[in-house]
């Protein structure tokens, strides 16, 4: 090996255990100039350092450095400075560093797998400083997954969020400094540790991580998810978030409240298997909400056809479901469950659902132990546990699936039990 090829990797040296393949040398911009090679350049400025169209691992300066990554699934640290960055197609991951950076994601690299079609995007880090992250997102498809992603994980603060400003106007994201976001359209959004303020209502869908910390998080009319946490662990608890989702279907996930949620208009799902006080708000159209039973859960389904699965696995003692107080009882539990059609009763010893005069459906196939189901009037459908459960349809056409025990059907008008 010759000292032009040894210099040229020397800035693969620190992140070399993480590459996935052999990379390509990459090349000092004054070594192509050598060579006879024109410099590429990155937004009209001359590169400094120049990568190639493998994978590469790119290690700026103190200084201002001048980064084209080109082509592969590259790294760049730029370093100290005020830099500039142009990633290049495919999906890179851009760190900043201190300094007042010019982040440029550029192109996407589409791809297909079992799951079908997808992008693989950038991942952009800005650092301490007022730094320019360009998103770049390039490849027009409607793959159903987020591919470029801005994180402020690594911030030594608290952020606060604006993106998807009327017209084109750069999004603003303060925090270790004054950072302008452009090109935001599908994307991830990593808060910090610390309790963020995330406004992200951007044209298209998002996926909000909140993290760790009291965050605030609000998203816009696409079908966008929400985690309040980074890491998923059941029955945790937290610090409260509060999240607000606008139109469209929207996803959010809270395993370590207590968090209050308020879902806006469209076919919505809310997740929570917190420990902690959870209140959620369904808001308009029809929603699912899937959540564990415990003290302080309050949930309202709002307006629609909404569904809610009720998981009270642990929970010791008959709990008692009445659908006209909106309540949920069971010894010392007392939680508030109101505005639902449609009731699926998971674990327990023992549940006892009593309904209301309009249409109920209630699912039982998943309990533990015996239900008794007291639906009213209303056209009513009944799905029994596979132990030996009474089931009432009351007044209405009322429709039984028993569970496999010995049932007892009262007032049921389509199909029989056992």
Known sequence: ???????????????????????????????????GAVPPTCHGERATLVGTDGRDVLVGTPRHDVIVARRGDDVVRAGGGDDLVCAGPGADVLWGGPGNDRLHGEGDRAFEDQGGPGIAGDTLRGGPGDDLLDVGFHVAADTGNFPNTLAWDQSAGPVRMRLGAPGDAPGVVIGEGRDRVVGARRLTVVGSRFGDVLDVRVPGDVKVVAGAGADRVRTGAGDDEVLTERQVVDHAVGDRDLVFTGAGD???????????????????????????????????????????????????????NNSVVLDATGVEGELVLTRRQGTLATGTILARVRRFTSYDLIGGSA???????????????????????????????????????????????????????????????????P
Request: charged share 20%.
């Open 1 to 35: 090996m010759d000292m032009t090829t040894s210099r040229s990797r020397r800035t693969t040296g620190l992140l070399a255990p993480l590459l996935l393949a052999v990379l390509a040398p990459v090349v000092p911009a004054a070594d192509a100039a050598q060579a």
């Open 351 to 417: 549940w006892t659902y009593s309904g209301a005069d309009l249409p109920d459906r209630v699912v039982a196939l998943s309990s533990g132990g015996p239900v008794q189901v007291f639906t009213l009037g209303g056209d009513d459908e009944l799905w029994g546990s596979p132990f030996d459960d009474q089931l009432d349809g009351g007044p209405g056409t009322d429709e039984v699936h028993p569970g496999g025990g010995a049932d007892t059907c009262v007032s049921v008008e389509v199909g029989t039990c």
């Open 250 to 304: 929207d996803q959010v996930s809270s395993f370590s409240g207590p968090d209050e949620i308020s879902l806006g208009h469209g076919t919505d799902l809310a997740l929570t298997a917190s420990d902690a006080p959870v209140i959620i708000d369904g808001g308009a159209g029809g929603d699912q909400i899937n959540a564990t039973v415990h003290d302080d859960l309050i949930i309202d389904g709002g307006t629609g």
